[in-house]
């Protein structure tokens, strides 16, 4: 595939969540045409679009950017298309925290606890996957370190499900845990807004260390590149923007891997121009797939996080076909 | 003396071994340097101390009078290029790209200039890349890639250029191509270009000077006649050499392995 310019991607890119914008505003179990729109507070439909599409569609930019963006990130840094903040135990991480305070109660007091939970815990999951991976960054070790971080936080959440006192908070763990977008308010968007911005612009700024890393470390050395900067911005932006979507709509998987893997031939595979595109693509995929679950033909609309789940295993599958092709 | 590279009793010491010893020596720009030595010497981590890439344990390097360790990081990359010895090239980039990285320190808030252009241009018609400059880089040959790794390190248009071991995997036509590319940029364009070698026959024949690390002892260091007399080569190498006269110049053969 030929490499076009950053620019170029990004402009098709805008170009497609601009219509899935104006489409998930009008998408769902009440279809509301354009009509409704124009009509201002006379059609009780107009109540839909801005009261519960709107914050439900600017959700699904903010998150599906900052997995995307984050998944890019870390793909560079690691040198491993095979990185995203699921794969890599982040996300488990920050989820742990969240399940933790679901756990105490402590969420319903204040608004903002649930989302600084989530951010310690990506933190956390962060400063534990550089420290376990140490400074050798070989993709094996990576990919290990990531795993064992996981496991063990899995394994916390497990154990917050085994021991909680009541159904009712095992039911809201599990719920939340599966990652959706439904039914979230304006108020979920004032949660996740500012570390989502914040976070996206720190890694926004790591594109030329990233660049240099395609030499390995030592390389980006040579080049002058500081990667104690590097690896700190990484870890502050990537739990940011993951701890506070990951405490709104729950563990959404496979957008931080997919969206920077597609995308990588468009940008000519330079992580750095590889960022922009991949904020936007990561929006546009989860707007796009929220969109179809909203229209679930049942009485529960399927999960987000579940529909993700159910793309990332044939998108698996196809990768491994592919790379057993080229090396056949 | 202040210009130019020096080591001050450089000292190195890796998972508890000795790996560099009280190594003193200096550079100046204009000359080949060649170091020498058997494997495990020191020579890629002499190298890596000079480059600023390694804090030695003991003793200082200086470039131009200031601590090569001291001098920002972005600072000392316009300074110095270093070629590593197995250079990780981790994404499939086109080789314009890949040589566009050797720019990293040159880049302005705005991205690569008309300046950092000529520059990565400059850098592939010096190493004849001009018609793979489009190709991705996984597509080259191993010759071609050695190339587009020493054109990224030209790009950078540093005073200095650090090289280990460059000449590894290549055949006998572009090793003498990419030896007498260094020895180029070293007389011509008046940089100072230090190599690590194992072929001690072009070692001989083209580079200024020779340094012979042995256990992490700088034990020669002069032109290349004086440094690698069979003596020295006896001690470090443990083999018997015999130096004929070529017809392109000094030929080293290794006879035996000294009882």
Redesign the interface.
């Known amino acids: 595939m030929n ?1 076009r310019s950053p620019w170029f991607v990004c402009g098709v890119l805008a170009a497609s969540l601009i219509l899935l914008f104006a489409l998930s505003l009008c998408a769902g179990r009440v279809w509301t045409p354009w009509s409704a729109w124009v009509s201002g507070g006379a059609d009780p439909r107009g109540a839909i679009i801005f009261g519960l599409r709107l914050p439900r569609t600017i959700l699904a930019l903010l998150v599906g950017g900052a997995l995307g963006l984050s998944g890019a990130a870390l793909q560079g840094y690691t ?1 491993n298309p095979l990185a995203d903040p699921g794969a890599l135990g982040v996300s488990s991480a920050a989820a742990l925290g969240a399940v933790l305070t679901l756990y105490l109660g402590a969420a319903s007091e204040t608004g903002w606890i649930l989302p600084a939970t989530a951010m310690v815990g990506a933190g956390l999951g962060m400063v534990a996957l550089l420290a376990l991976a140490g400074v050798t960054s070989s993709i094996v070790t990576f990919i290990l370190a990531g795993f064992i971080i996981q496991t063990v936080c899995t394994a916390g959440i497990s154990l917050a499900l085994n021991l909680a006192p009541n159904p009712w908070a095992v039911d809201e763990i599990v719920s939340w845990l599966m990652g959706s977008l439904a039914d979230r308010s304006v108020e979920e968007v004032r949660i996740a807004a500012p570390g989502v911005i914040l976070g996206s612009l720190v890694l926004l700024t790591q594109g ?1 260390a990233l ?6 470390e ?2 980006a ?6 990667l104690t900067r590097t690896r700190l911005s990484l870890a502050i932006g990537v739990s940011l923007a993951v701890g506070s979507s990951v405490a709104v709509t729950g563990v959404i998987g496979f957008v931080g891997l997919i969206v920077p893997h597609l995308l ?1 031939p468009w940008v ?4 750095g121009a590889l960022l922009w595109p991949s904020l936007l693509g990561g929006a546009a995929l989860t707007l796009g797939a929220d969109i179809l679950v909203r229209l679930t033909p049942a009485a529960e609309e399927v999960k987000l996080g579940v529909a993700m789940a159910a793309l990332g295993g044939p998108f698996f599958l196809w990768m491994l076909m592919a790379m057993r092709r080229r090396l056949a | 003396m202040s210009e130019g590279l020096l080591a001050e009793t450089v000292g190195l010491s890796l998972g508890g071994r000795l790996v560099l010893d009280r190594v003193t020596t200096g550079f100046r720009k204009g000359e080949l340097v060649a170091i020498v030595g058997p494997n495990g010497a020191g020579k890629s981590s002499l190298l ?1 101390c000079l ?1 600023g ?1 390694r804090r030695p344990d003991a003793g200082k390097v200086f470039l131009d009078g200031e601590i090569v360790a001291a001098i ?7 300074a ?3 070629l ?1 010895q197995t ?8 080789v314009r ?2 040589v566009g ?2 720019r ?2 040159h ?1 302005g808030a705005f991205g690569p200039s008309t300046e950092d252009a000529a520059a990565v241009d400059l850098a592939i018609a010096t190493t004849g890349l001009g018609d793979f400059a489009a190709r ?1 880089i996984t597509r080259l040959s191993g010759g071609e890639r050695a190339r587009a790794l020493i054109a ?1 390190a030209l790009a ?1 248009q540093t005073d200095w250029l650090l090289a280990d071991e460059p000449l590894t995997g290549l055949d006998p036509g572009h090793a003498l191509d990419t030896v007498g590319l260094f020895r180029q940029l070293a007389h011509d364009q008046g940089k100072g270009v230090i190599v690590t070698l194992h072929d001690l026959t072009l070692a001989a024949r083209f580079a200024d000077r020779v340094l012979l690390l042995d256990r992490g002892c700088l034990v020669a260091d002069g032109p290349p006649g004086q440094a690698l007399t069979p003596q020295a080569l006896a001690m470090a190498y443990g083999v018997r050499t015999r130096t004929h006269k070529g017809a392109a110049g000094p030929l080293i053969e290794i006879l035996r392995r000294v009882d």
């Open positions: 490499a040198r030329r660049d240099a890393l395609t030499l390995g030592q390389g050395r040579s080049l002058g590149v500081g990588r000519g595979s330079r992580p | 890596s480059a890439l920002p990081a972005r600072s000392r990359a316009r110095m290029a270093f590593a250079p990780e090239i981790a994404w499939d980039v086109d790209t890949f990285l050797g990293t320190p880049l991705p990224r950078g």
